[in-house]
C-alpha cells in the first residue's frame, strides 16, 4: 500500500469519527489507532498523525483534554495538595475553553470529577459545606 494511500486512508478514519460533532472520544482515538496500526504505522506516528490532524482540523481530542485535566489539578492542589470548590471551577472553566464548546458544562464537570477521583486528589471541603458531595449528586455520580 502507498504512503499517499495510507495517509488518505488514516485521514478518512478520522474525519469520519470527528465529522458529526468535532470531538474524538477516547474509543474513537483508540478504533482511529488500531486502523493506522492495521496499515502497519507505528502507534506513536500515528498518536502525533492524529493530533496534528485534530490541530489542523480544530477537532478536540478527549484524551488531550483529561492530559490538560491532570495537569491543572496537579497545579491547584501544588499549595496545599488539595483542591477546593473554587479550584475545580477553575479547571472547568479552562477545560470549557479549550473544549471549544464541543461538550456540556455538565460533562466537563463529570470529566473533572473523573480525573480527581482517578488521581486520588483530596477534597478540600469548607467549614460547613461538602462542594464535593454535592456535586456528585447534582450530575448523578452517587
Same mark, same amino acid.
Given at each position: ?26 474509543? %474513537? ?8 496500526? %492495521? ?104
Amino acid at each position: 500500500m502507498s504512503l499517499d494511500l495510507i495517509r488518505r486512508r488514516f485521514l478518512q478514519e478520522i474525519k469520519l469519527r470527528a465529522y458529526d460533532d468535532g470531538y474524538i472520544t477516547r474509543e %474513537e482515538e483508540r478504533e482511529i489507532l488500531k486502523a493506522a496500526v %492495521e496499515l502497519n504505522v507505528t502507534l506513536e506516528s500515528a498518536r502525533e498523525a492524529l493530533r496534528q490532524v485534530c490541530r489542523h482540523q480544530d477537532y478536540v481530542l478527549e484524551s488531550a483534554l483529561r492530559e490538560r485535566i491532570v495537569e491543572v489539578l496537579d497545579q491547584s492542589a501544588s499549595d496545599d495538595g488539595r483542591i477546593d470548590e473554587r479550584e475545580f471551577h477553575h479547571a472547568v472553566e479552562m477545560i470549557g475553553e479549550l473544549s471549544r464548546g464541543r461538550l456540556t458544562p455538565n460533562a466537563i464537570k463529570r470529566m473533572v470529577l473523573e480525573e480527581m477521583e482517578r488521581d486520588a486528589a483530596r477534597v478540600k471541603t469548607g467549614l460547613f459545606t461538602n462542594w464535593h458531595t454535592r456535586l456528585r449528586k447534582e450530575l448523578g455520580l452517587t
